[in-house]
């Protein structure tokens, strides 16, 4: 291959060169804060599930700390975000929270173990057996976590008793669907754009049904949605029927808050919905402590 | 020292094992997207500078891709922030703005290098020559940015000629300063809860003084505040100035939009308004692409 003269061939030296980051400066690797990820073997899920951990830096005042748990489902994509969050809020010099673990569950099979129900009906009520064959394990992944994961956490890590569920999508359905079905496992619910639409608005009919009006849910819990469908879609319409819902049972200690985000896009909304689910369960957290 | 009977002694080896993360489980280090930190020495600021700089991962479809960038002030409070934002948001899942290269830049001297004139006067107009001494820098630091980092930034990675400049207070002073003095240097600019306080409101002034009526900036100007000092409060009374003047000068070609955080604290509004700025920077990026 005698693509340049012998004379030219220095060129491609040149090149790489000035292609290479910093010329005459010191290049090091910036140091983001440390988390880990730790393998462990679940006996309900029959599989190796990684696990995304991250540790509020402490100093030597915080030696004996516990901290809060957020647990974050799809953590392939909201980790390392919710990290940020509660790493940067709990700032002394920004104190909007506490400090606080974050624990990440990136998925395997996402539609088995974030559905409430075996459907395969899609989006638009029609079947789609590609999609979502085996769905309907999210009470066997609730055992999973109430059972194996959240035992596993609060041996090793410095925990304290408050725990919140972050799920966005499927994993919005499951926050709703863990609050009511083990509303006791968790002290906050985060339900970012649930899918609500999932198996004939199976979790709106279930919400109606189990809370019984004037009732005690002594719970914290955010929802919301973006743009799905456009202003008039059902998945719209789901949400503030959820809403309507809520209202309507009066329930005695439930704290919630309904966000509609017209301009973000069903991918784009948990970002800053992640951002106001943290404000607002922790908005008395000041004047509190 | 005895204050354990020989025979309890095993017991301080069984607590040390129980508090170490992850029993019979394996465990990783977590791998966040890399940047890295350059030092570069500035004639003009005589003094050796870190640069944090992130660039998007690239698959072999973005091999001879270029990216925009985006400098953004204060480094070590929301460099890592803007990074998380700008990888999320360009993801093909998420596409709502391009890959794009973040730059960080950590102070040395944030009030001399920030701030547009010196002055003693602090935000209730009292001398403090003990905060402030040094202050006034912001032109040099400007042309440290137009003569030595940029060029550095487009000579080592790849860049294209389309530049964000993100500051947050003092930040956001400079970035409405930059606008005003060198409005070519960038051709987006964030200024989120800018200190217009500064010297008697001289930036308010210099906005008044500076744009002539019906002239020509084609630039995208995203600008907001939180609660500081409340609703009533002269700082936010200066935002909304700053707005009232940018819409009597009908400027030909200026896209800018201000948001006012309510909620919102001087340390917590940076989050969501960058998110906010990025959105509105590149609403029309998907439709355009």
């Given at each position: 291959?005698?693509?340049?003269?012998?004379?030219?061939?220095?060129?491609?030296?040149?090149?790489?060169?000035?292609?290479?980051?910093?010329?005459?400066?010191?290049?090091?690797?910036?140091?983001?804060?440390?988390?880990?990820?730790?393998?462990?073997?679940?006996?309900?899920?029959?599989?190796?599930r990684?696990?995304?951990?991250?540790?509020?830096?402490?100093?030597?005042?915080?030696?004996?700390?516990?901290f809060?748990?957020?647990?974050?489902?799809?953590?392939?994509?909201?980790?390392?975000?919710?990290?940020?969050?509660?790493?940067?809020?709990?700032?002394?010099?920004?104190?909007?929270?506490?400090?606080?673990?974050?624990?990440?569950?990136?998925?395997?099979?996402?539609?088995?173990?974030?559905?409430?129900?075996?459907?395969?009906?899609?989006?638009?009520?029609?079947?789609?057996?590609?999609?979502?064959?085996?769905?309907?394990?999210?009470?066997?992944?609730?055992?999973?976590?109430?059972?194996?994961?959240?035992?596993?956490?609060d041996?090793?890590?410095?925990?304290?008793?408050?725990?919140?569920?972050?799920?966005?999508?499927?994993?919005?359905?499951?926050?709703?669907?863990?609050?009511?079905?083990?509303?006791?496992?968790?002290?906050?619910?985060?339900?970012?754009?649930?899918?609500?639409w999932?198996?004939?608005?199976?979790?709106?009919?279930?919400?109606?049904?189990?809370?019984?009006?004037?009732?005690?849910?002594?719970k914290?819990?955010?929802?919301?949605d973006g743009?799905?469908?456009?202003?008039?879609?059902?998945?719209?319409?789901?949400?503030?029927?959820?809403?309507?819902?809520?209202?309507?049972k009066?329930?005695?200690?439930?704290?919630?808050?309904?966000?509609?985000?017209?301009?973000?896009?069903?991918?784009?909304?948990?970002?800053?919905?992640?951002?106001?689910?943290?404000?607002?369960?922790?908005?008395d957290?000041?004047k509190?402590?």
């Amino acid at each position: 291959m005698k693509l340049l003269p012998y004379s030219f061939r220095w060129l491609s030296v040149v090149v790489v060169f000035v292609a290479l980051p910093a010329q005459a400066q010191h290049t090091q690797t910036y140091t983001y804060p440390s988390s880990e990820v730790v393998t462990i073997h679940s006996k309900l899920l029959k599989e190796e599930r990684k696990i995304y951990v991250h540790c509020p830096k402490v100093d030597s005042a915080d030696v004996n700390k516990r901290f809060p748990v957020v647990y974050v489902m799809d953590g392939d994509n909201h980790f390392a975000l919710l990290a940020q969050y509660v790493d940067y809020l709990s700032r002394p010099d920004v104190s909007a929270m506490p400090k606080t673990i974050v624990i990440g569950i990136p998925n395997t099979k996402r539609t088995r173990d974030l559905t409430p129900t075996n459907s395969l009906l899609n989006y638009e009520g029609k079947p789609d057996s590609s999609s979502y064959q085996g769905s309907g394990g999210n009470e066997n992944f609730l055992q999973f976590m109430a059972t194996e994961l959240i035992p596993m956490i609060d041996k090793n890590y410095k925990t304290r008793p408050y725990k919140i569920f972050a799920g966005h999508s499927f994993g919005g359905l499951s926050s709703l669907n863990c609050l009511l079905t083990h509303p006791d496992l968790f002290d906050a619910y985060i339900a970012i754009s649930p899918s609500l639409w999932w198996d004939k608005e199976y979790l709106l009919k279930m919400t109606d049904e189990t809370l019984k009006t004037g009732s005690a849910l002594n719970k914290a819990f955010f929802f919301s949605d973006g743009n799905e469908g456009r202003a008039n879609s059902f998945f719209h319409k789901d949400l503030v029927t959820l809403e309507a819902t809520l209202a309507k049972k009066k329930l005695k200690g439930l704290d919630y808050r309904y966000k509609h985000y017209p301009t973000e896009t069903h991918m784009t909304e948990p970002v800053v919905a992640y951002f106001d689910a943290l404000r607002f369960i922790f908005k008395d957290w000041e004047k509190h402590r």
